[in-house]
């Protein structure tokens, strides 16, 4: 059976679904582009560290909804994408004194195998970044082409390898989070000509290696990361597809940027928008910067995937997983977690779980 296709017919319930879109903050009749079909995109990770139960609510989340779609009948072409490379991936690993694809490769594995061991289907397809050059370097020419991005030249009249999104050139700019000013920087280096306008390809940095750019029309370069995931729904997609989802600091500028420049390039891009809320710690969002993220590994070490799994997945995709109500579920089934950098037995026993 082809992983986009459903084993069911079309449920009478599958005629009226109503969805939440995050883009008009209103929940709506959904009519698949084409009948019988969903098309879904969401953003997967940036493979520059291990990954946390936050990440894998936003895989459990979107797993439910695809196996959703799949029961009432749909057939559903899932891409979930991998970016590879950026600036965090190369710099951790240049402190690791590793190769940049090596360091991605191994915690994309890690990834896959916390997706397993919570039993999250795998994607229709997966694709990577580093897979999708030709693509990104189309879609950057379609938008040079339209008078929506530019190259930065050097001095001697050959191309820099930055190119910029000009989003002056594009009034919609901010259509879906009416957010226009949170990308403004006063840095306007690397040739970017308003503080507004976001890379789509950046120039190798001195201490970049050689093989973290490739040769394109723009100069040697590595892509962006908003230019990413609209070259790959468009390329597995098609212009128009139904549902783009993600995690809501993923709003912005992230899908504001993704929209802007699909829509500049004549795509019709997503029809709805899901962006599930994230997993917190102490009101924080649960994340690798701020050091607070709890592995899986370190959570199912001592009790069922499934239990976790349940944790996860049970609140509502737009409500916060709070780690103090997430302790509270697991405690239920009598687990406790063990010590960890940022989560241990005390904070059990601190909120009388």
């Given at each position: 059976?082809?992983?986009?296709?459903?084993?069911?017919?079309?449920?009478?319930?599958?005629?009226?679904?109503?969805?939440?879109?995050?883009?008009?903050?209103?929940?709506?009749?959904?009519?698949?582009?084409?009948?019988?079909?969903?098309?879904?995109?969401?953003?997967?990770?940036?493979?520059?560290?291990?990954?946390h139960?936050?990440?894998?609510?936003?895989?459990?989340?979107?797993?439910?909804?695809?196996r959703?779609?799949?029961?009432?009948?749909?057939?559903?072409?899932?891409?979930?994408?991998?970016?590879?490379?950026?600036?965090?991936?190369?710099?951790?690993?240049?402190?690791?004194?590793?190769?940049?694809?090596?360091?991605?490769?191994?915690?994309?594995?890690?990834f896959?195998?916390?997706?397993?061991?919570?039993?999250?289907?795998?994607?229709?397809?997966?694709?990577?970044?580093?897979?999708?050059?030709g693509?990104?370097?189309?879609?950057?020419?379609?938008?040079?082409?339209?008078?929506h991005?530019?190259?930065?030249?050097?001095?001697?009249?050959?191309?820099?390898?930055?190119?910029?999104?000009?989003?002056d050139?594009?009034?919609?700019?901010?259509?879906?989070?009416?957010?226009?000013?949170g990308?403004?920087?006063?840095?306007?280096?690397?040739?970017?000509?308003h503080?507004?306008?976001?890379?789509?390809?950046?120039?190798?940095?001195?201490?970049?290696?050689?093989?973290?750019?490739?040769?394109?029309?723009?100069?040697?370069?590595?892509?962006?990361?908003?230019?990413?995931?609209?070259?790959?729904?468009?390329?597995?997609?098609?212009?128009?597809?139904?549902?783009?989802?993600?995690?809501?600091?993923?709003?912005?500028?992230?899908?504001?940027?993704?929209?802007?420049?699909?829509?500049?390039?004549?795509?019709g891009?997503?029809?709805?928008?899901?962006?599930?809320?994230?997993?917190?710690?102490?009101?924080?969002k649960?994340?690798?910067?701020?050091?607070?993220?709890?592995?899986?590994?370190?959570?199912?070490?001592?009790?069922?995937?499934?239990?976790?799994?349940?944790?996860?997945?049970?609140?509502?995709?737009?409500?916060?997983?709070?780690?103090?109500?997430?302790?509270m579920k697991?405690?239920?089934?009598?687990?406790?977690?063990?010590?960890?950098?940022?989560?241990?037995?005390n904070i059990?026993?601190?909120?009388?779980?």
């Amino acid at each position: 059976m082809s992983l986009s296709s459903s084993r069911f017919p079309l449920t009478q319930a599958a005629s009226h679904l109503r969805l939440y879109n995050s883009a008009t903050a209103h929940i709506e009749d959904f009519t698949p582009l084409r009948e019988g079909h969903i098309g879904m995109y969401v953003c997967g990770p940036t493979v520059q560290s291990a990954p946390h139960i936050g990440h894998m609510r936003a895989a459990i989340v979107f797993d439910i909804v695809r196996r959703w779609f799949d029961r009432l009948g749909f057939s559903v072409t899932y891409i979930r994408n991998v970016t590879d490379i950026d600036d965090k991936i190369l710099n951790k690993s240049r402190e690791a004194h590793e190769d940049w694809w090596a360091w991605a490769y191994h915690y994309e594995l890690e990834f896959a195998n916390d997706y397993r061991l919570l039993n999250v289907l795998p994607p229709t397809y997966e694709p990577r970044a580093t897979g999708t050059i030709g693509a990104m370097i189309d879609l950057t020419q379609r938008l040079i082409d339209r008078g929506h991005a530019y190259v930065v030249m050097n001095e001697d009249g050959s191309p820099s390898g930055n190119v910029f999104f000009d989003v002056d050139s594009w009034p919609e700019y901010g259509a879906l989070t009416h957010q226009q000013e949170g990308t403004i920087s006063d840095n306007l280096t690397d040739g970017k000509r308003h503080p507004r306008d976001f890379a789509l390809w950046k120039a190798p940095k001195p201490n970049d290696p050689l093989t973290a750019h490739w040769n394109t029309p723009f100069g040697a370069a590595r892509p962006g990361w908003h230019l990413e995931c609209s070259a790959i729904s468009h390329r597995y997609l098609g212009d128009d597809f139904d549902i783009h989802g993600g995690g809501l600091d993923l709003r912005f500028p992230h899908h504001e940027n993704e929209l802007a420049q699909s829509h500049a390039a004549g795509y019709g891009f997503a029809h709805l928008w899901m962006h599930l809320a994230w997993v917190t710690q102490k009101g924080e969002k649960m994340s690798k910067s701020l050091g607070n993220g709890l592995s899986v590994e370190h959570v199912v070490d001592s009790s069922s995937a499934w239990i976790v799994r349940y944790a996860l997945g049970s609140a509502h995709y737009l409500c916060l997983n709070g780690m103090i109500t997430f302790l509270m579920k697991l405690k239920k089934f009598g687990i406790v977690c063990k010590n960890s950098s940022n989560l241990s037995n005390n904070i059990i026993s601190r909120f009388q779980l």
